[in-house]
Every structure is written in structure tokens, then in C-alpha cells.
């Protein structure tokens, strides 16, 4: 059978249909013909040959077919002229390689429509670009992008949203500053690429920019600055936001109530996020744990649990982010046996514990003062305990003033900055020999304080919050 493919792909380079309609038939005798390489051989030698309805029998018969398959059949309607049906087959295809766009580009180009030729190549070099861009591949995306004769928006689009990904923020502005005219997609990829990227008040900042120049915001857009607004607590920026949504007849699907959900949530007012949230028709994992991490973070904690246990009997699936965030909520709470028993149901949804799940659960165990079996998780942990986990046992053993469990631990997973705490607790406990031996052994370590951060308001306007570097100092 494997010599078949190879003698009809010769028959169609000469011409020969006479002998390639006679493997044909030896073909089906041997039921061959079911083969997907022996059926693309087949209607690819009908295509070549003119004879298109017998390509088209071959095609139609065909139980299995591939893009080649696709691609030999386009191309035999290319060639025999039927331009109108190769392009609804071009339409129907699942899967498009550039074969595929070069068939329509020459096929077009051969029936002396140059228009639709010319679309077709944007297109093709515009697939292209997206394709690199969305593998990460930016050098070659950018390659491609610099070659193209023509470009569309949705090229434009493409470079700036690959750049902002690969956290390439600069190029991706240059990029959208190249452009003499911008759509509303371009716009959206700017401020979907800033907010991702944690630039809230540049995102805020080009989606006031982009309604001066005359473009009315979308639902994509809205959901970015919301996002924007949830990460910078903005409130009453979101409130706004909220009511422009309203006054514009924005439709409220659901990425936009989610973004509602997740924006009220985060600065604060639990009270219309929940309101939005219960007149949601459907819910999915995302405005659950946007409510039950705002719950959690606001020192709601009852009703960060309650809520838990409602999706969790709603039949939508916790995932990482819900753990972590009922976790930290039993934490806060003290509610130990409720956060040993969440903790546990993990496996029921098949999820492995994180690093930071391990965490919750170490600051749940030490705030309880339940020390020794925090120390014996943090021992029996499948993964090597990071500054999180060790020092919500510090902060226990301070409280405490228990400092063997925290040696024991150092001895095996010491961190710089931990033997400086360690030291306060010493000194603090009035052990000075100790505490000035724990900063004997953080100095030794050339240990560095880590460089701070404070938010500070230069003027009224919300958008206005910088951040400043304070000084670094070593210890």
C-alpha cells in the first residue's frame, strides 16, 4: 500500500489519469481507497487532471481526511475554475496551513481577481504574524511583520498583545505608537496588555485617551479596566466605570459581571459585589472566588466559608485560588478544624497543594500556637519550605516566644532574613548573647534588606499614585 500514494502523486505530475484511474480500481478491490494518504493521492490526481467531480466522489467518500486532504480538493476547484465552491470549502475547513491560503491567493490571482488575492495575502501573512506572536516567538513574529507589504489591524494587534505577554512592555508601545489610525482593537490590546501587566494607571490613563479620540469603549474593554481598578482599589473610578457600562447599554455577559464581581470585591464593597453576584444567571469558578477571596481579605471570614461551602454544593469546581483563599480566611478566623478539613477535601477535587497552601496551613497551625504540628508539616512537606511558610512559624514562635522549634528549622532550611526576626525574638525575650549570634550569622551571610515601597498621593486625582523607592540599607 505505501508505493500507491507515490505512483498516483507521478500519474497526476504527467497527466496520466488513465493509469491512475486503474490504480483506482486496484484500489478499491484491496479497499485501499480507505487510506486517507491512498483517497488524498486519489482526488488530488482528479484535481490535477481536471476531472473534479471524480476528485469530489473520492473526497466525499473519503471516512477520514486531514488539512492535506482539505487542501487537494481547494486547489482541484481552484483549478478547474469553480472558484465560488472552493471557497466555501475554504470556509468549512477546521484546520488551515499556508498551503491552504497560498491555493486561494494563486487560485484567485489565476481568475484575474486581484482584489480578493490581495485580501488573501494580508490574511495569510496576518495568520502568520498570530501564530508566531501567540507561540512566543517574537523575533520571528517580528520578521514576518516588517516584511509585509500590507497591514491590517488585527496584525497590529497581534505584535502589541505577543510583546505585552512576553512582559516586553516598551516594544509593545511602540509598536501601537507606529500606527497612524487605531481601531478599538488596538486600543483593547493596549489596555488589556497594561492592566496584565500590573501598569493599572497607564491602562487607566490610554482608556481615557482612547474615548478623546472619539472611540466608544466595548465589553473587552470594560473588563480590562475593571481589572485595572480591582488592582489599584479605585472604588469609585470602578463605580464609574460601572455607570458608564449602564448609560452606554455595554452588554453585561458574562466576563463583564464577572469583572464587576471582581472589581467591588477587591476594594472593598462586599455589598454590590454580592448584589451582582446573586443576580447572576450563570457562574463559573471566577466570580466564587472573586467573593470569597474579597470575604476573606475584608475579615469576613464566616462568610468567606459559608460561601465555600455553597459552591462547593453548587456544582461548580474550587479550584487553587478558592483553597487558598478559605484558607487564609480560617487562618485569620482561628478556625483550625474547619481549615484542617477544607484542606483535606483538596483531594476530592484531585488538586496537589501548593507551596502557598502549605503556607495557610503552617499560619493556621501557628496561630492556634499548635507549633510542633506546624513544625512536623513543614518537615513532612512534599516541597522545600519558601520565606512564606517559614516565617508564619517565625511570627507563631514570636508570639509564643518558643525559639527551639524555629532552630530546629533553620538548621535545615535557614534563610538570611530569618535569622535577623529570630534575633528580635531573643532580644526581645531579653537573651542578648543569642539575639547578637543570630546577627553574627545573618552578617556573615552578606544578608541585604529588601528594597521597600511606599504609595504616596502627589495630588487628588486617583490616577495620580506613584510608587517610591525608599533607601536600601544593609544589615
Known sequence: MGVVPLVLKACAALSLVSLGKALHAESVKSRFDYNVMVGTAL???????GEIRSARKVFDYMPERNVITWNAMVGGYMKSGDVKTAFLLFENMSEKTIVTWNEMIYGYARHGDIVMARRMNVV?????VDAYASNGDMDASRELF??????NFYVWSSMISGYFKKGDVKSAKGIFDRMTTKSLVNWNSLICGYTQNGLCE???EAFIKMQDEGLEPDEVTVVSVLSACAQLAFLEVGK???KMIIRKGIELNQYVLNGLVDMYAKCGDLGNAKLIFEGMKVKNDAPWNSLISGFANHSHCVEAI??????DSSGVKPNDITFLSVLSACAHAGFVE????IFSRME???????????GCLVDLLGRAGRLKEACDLIKGMPVRPNKTVLGALLGACWVDSDTKVMEKLLKDFGDDAHYVILSNIYAAAERWEKAERMRFASSNKRSQKTTGCSLVMLDRQETSMQVLPEKTSKT
Not at 459559608?306 to 459552591?311: D, P, S, V, W
Open 43 to 49: 482526488l488530488d490526481l482528479y484535481g490535477k487532471c
Open 202 to 204: 497607564d491602562a487607566l
Open 348 to 358: 476530592k477535587y484531585a488538586l496537589t497543594p501548593s507551596i502557598k497552601h502549605y
Open 240 to 242: 464609574d466605570i460601572h
Open 338 to 341: 474547619e481549615g484542617l478539613e
Open 306 to 311: 459559608n460561601f465555600f461551602e455553597r459552591m
Open 146 to 151: 516588517e516584511m509585509m507589504p500590507r497591514r
Open 124 to 128: 495569510t501573512w496576518s495568520v502568520m
